[in-house]
């Protein structure tokens, strides 16, 4: 898994550079299996400052775009806190890739279903064209 993280409008400290990688490597639970599957996990992390005069409403935006082979994920989110905002990104990816990740378990699921019921003789169904 690489990752880039990037700032814009501010100079990012070690503290919170830290804080992202931890983030980041919380979701690695869940995108270890996918590298297993020798897939390639790309993680993009863009932290700014949406104004640099005033420190009034939300301040601090981060982005997170993780790329899985060409599947993309991506949330963001504005904050007056940037470690709120960084824990909000990590929330919102976490439930999309496991939200498209019970997806394709489900419909895998159905389909051998189906199969078996045709191989039964219990549906005329073909499961491939979803025609009787």
């Not at 009034?56 to 994920?73: R, T």
């Not at 999309?96 to 159905?110: G, H, M, V």
Request: with cysteine.
């Amino acid at each position: 898994m690489r990752i880039n993280l990037q700032s814009k409008n501010m100079e990012l400290p070690d503290t919170a550079h830290d804080y992202v990688v931890k983030r980041i490597t919380n979701l690695e639970k869940l995108l270890s299996r996918i590298e297993e599957e020798q897939r390639k996990v790309m993680v993009n992390f863009e932290i700014s400052r949406s104004t640099n005069h005033h420190k009034s409403g939300d301040v601090f935006h981060a982005d997170c775009l993780i790329n899985i082979d060409g599947q993309k994920f991506y949330t963001s989110a504005d904050k007056n806190d940037l470690y709120a905002a960084v824990d909000e990104v990590k929330d919102n990816l976490f439930q999309e890739i496991n939200k498209n990740k019970d997806r394709a378990q489900t419909l895998f699921q159905r389909g051998a279903r189906s199969i078996k019921k045709m191989m039964k003789g219990l549906s005329k169904r073909n499961p491939f064209t979803s025609k009787y």
